[in-house]
C-alpha cells in the first residue's frame, strides 16, 4: 500500500503503523493499523446506482488501472522487492520457490500452477496434471511483461465515498502478476461474495482490458482448489 500510494495518486486507506507478532500457533502474523474510510463497498450499493454513478466509478477505476500497469515493471513476477506472489493460488504453509515464486517467465507461473494441483490434492489424477502442464504454458500466455496488479478487484474490495470517490481496499494480494491477471480474478469476483447478481461483470471492460480465455482457465483451477 505504502508502494502504491508513493507511486500514483489512487485513492487508498493511509497506513498508520506495521507490525509482527506471534499467533496462538506461533506463526508470524503481519498486522496493519490503517484509516478509517467513510463509505459503502460496491458490493453494498452497486445495484441501485444510476448508470451516471456507474459510469463515473468506471471512470475512476480505469484511471486507477492505467496509473498501475504505467509503472516501470521489473525483470520478475513476484510481489515487492521479488518476493513471492501473495495470491492464494500459490500459497503453501512451508516454502516452495517453485509454487510460492518469484518467477522470471509466465511458462514459470504455469508449472507453478500445476505443482500447487499436485500438491493440494493428493489424489489429483496424473493425466489430468499432465495436460495442464502441455497446454498451460499456451493459454495463459501474456506479453511476458509484468504489471502491477491488485490482484482482488472485487466489489467488496472497491469502496464508494459520499462524495462519489472511489477508494481501493485490500491490497495484500497486489504485485507483479502477467497482464490478464487483473480481469481475471475481477471477473471471478463477481462470481463471489456477488454470486452474480449484479451487472458489474459487464462494467469491468471499462477499466480493464478483457481476458475471457485466461479468466476460464483460472477460474476453473480456483473452484477445483477451493471447492
Not at 506463526?27 to 456507474?54: F, N, P
Amino acid at each position: 500500500m505504502l508502494y502504491v500510494s508513493d507511486k500514483t495518486t489512487i485513492p487508498i486507506p493511509r497506513v498508520y503503523a506495521l507490525f509482527q507478532k506471534e499467533d496462538e500457533h506461533g506463526r508470524m502474523c503481519t498486522y496493519i493499523v490503517m484509516e478509517h474510510v467513510d463509505g459503502q463497498t460496491l458490493d453494498m450499493v452497486w445495484r441501485s446506482l444510476d448508470l451516471e454513478a456507474k459510469e463515473a466509478a468506471a471512470s475512476q477505476l480505469r484511471d486507477f488501472m492505467d496509473q498501475l500497469r504505467g509503472l516501470p515493471a521489473p525483470d520478475f513476477f513476484g510481489s515487492l522487492d521479488n518476493r513471492p506472489l501473495l495470491d492464494y493460488l500459490f500459497f503453501t504453509e512451508e516454502a516452495r520457490p517453485e509454487i510460492n515464486g518469484p518467477f522470471k517467465t509466465e511458462a514459470e507461473i504455469a508449472e507453478a500452477l500445476v505443482l500447487k494441483l499436485q500438491r493440494d490434492e493428493a489424489d489429483y489424477p496424473a493425466e489430468r496434471a499432465a495436460y495442464y502442464r502441455r497446454v498451460l504454458p499456451s493459454v495463459l500466455q501474456g506479453d511476458g511483461r509484468p504489471r502491477f496488479t491488485h490482484a482482488d478487484l472485487q466489489t467488496t474490495n472497491i469502496m464508494l465515498r459520499p462524495d462519489g470517490t472511489v477508494v481501493l481496499l485490500d491490497w495484500e494480494m497486489a504485485g507483479w502478476y502477467p497482464r490478464y491477471w487483473e480481469y481475471a480474478t475481477a471477473i471471478f469476483g463477481c462470481g463471489g461474495w456477488s454470486q452474480w447478481t449484479d451487472d458489474f461483470h459487464a462494467w469491468v471492460p471499462k477499466f480493464l482490458d478483457e481476458y475471457p480465455n485466461e479468466y476460464l482457465w483460472l477460474g476453473n483451477i480456483r473452484s477445483f482448489l477451493w471447492f
